[in-house]
């Protein structure tokens, strides 16, 4: 009975610990709302409670930017980038982890050594390439080179390499099917907690995208939601009420990308690539 009412009293406390740390942490996403929700966002107290400025808000945020056009190009490239990297990085994971051919652990190292670079280091050689190519003003430069990132390709081949079995892709060979085949019909399918980790990572990093966008973008009008809101921010007379409303639209891609992945992105830690 002892023992029991200890288990109970500890488990309570774990509870309580998490729900005091989601509180924490959920917090700063509902004070973006409230304040979306008024038009002078400095008050003495603190707003804590929504306002009724929300539309307000809105309209002087479209009449101020064209957040919808921004919206668009942001929500495109973040949607393609995602696809994109998650089927070209499970591409090269899948070689990695599966094949056996000269140069495997050189090529594998020299990946590895372009996460060490600072990506400001390349800003003007991106830029020159991006000219020269033709990209510049388009939204190539921001979904092309992120395609087959070194983090992509790393996370998926340790990923399929510890859970999909070789005598799996063994038996689908045995059934005729092709190494494409294969990839398709046998390791996206087994892959899933694996895609869902990078397809959160790619979108939420492709959303936020600030520095390759005012680059590649700076005109605000046909650029992204970060450069929108960084140039709203930099004009304002000193309300913000419109620059938190966008800010608080912009959230939600990313709380519908987390949600949508997180029940994958759990069962990674769980489960393997076969069940009984």
């Not at 101020?64 to 998650?86: E, K």
């Not at 046998?186 to 990078?198: D, M, N, Q, R, S």
Request: with cysteine; glycine share 6%; charged share 10%.
């Amino acid at each position: 009975m002892v023992h029991t009412l200890e288990s109970r009293a500890r488990l309570g406390g774990i509870y309580v610990s998490l729900g005091l740390f989601a509180l924490i942490f959920a917090f700063p996403f509902y004070y973006v709302f409230v304040l979306a929700s008024w038009s002078n966002i400095y008050s003495n107290p603190p707003h804590v409670v929504f306002g009724s400025d929300l539309m307000v808000n809105i309209r002087a945020l479209l009449t101020q930017v064209p957040f919808h056009v921004n919206f668009f190009n942001s929500l495109m490239i973040a949607v393609i980038s995602t696809i994109g990297t998650i089927f070209f990085c499970t591409m090269a994971g899948y070689a990695f982890a599966k094949f056996e051919f000269k140069g495997k652990k050189p090529i594998m190292l020299f990946v590895l050594a372009t996460m060490a670079i600072p990506p400001f280091l390349n800003i003007i050689p991106f830029f020159k390439m991006m000219v020269a190519f033709g990209w510049y003003q388009t939204w190539l430069p921001l979904i092309v080179p992120t395609l087959a990132n070194a983090f992509g390709i790393f996370l998926m081949t340790q990923f399929l390499e510890s859970s999909i079995p070789s005598d799996l892709l063994s038996a689908a060979r045995i059934d005729g099917l092709n190494e494409f085949q294969i990839l398709l019909y046998v390791v996206f399918p087994l892959a899933k907690p694996g895609i869902a980790i990078l397809g959160t990572v790619t979108f939420i990093g492709s959303w936020n995208n600030f520095v390759s966008a005012l680059i590649m973008l700076p005109n605000p009008k046909t650029s992204t939601i970060p450069v929108a809101l960084s140039s709203l921010f930099v004009r304002s007379d000193g309300n913000f009420g419109g620059l938190m409303a966008g800010t608080a639209i912009a959230l939600f891609p990313l709380l519908i990308a987390f949600s949508f992945f997180s029940k994958k992105i759990i069962s990674n830690l769980t489960a393997g690539s076969l069940k009984a």
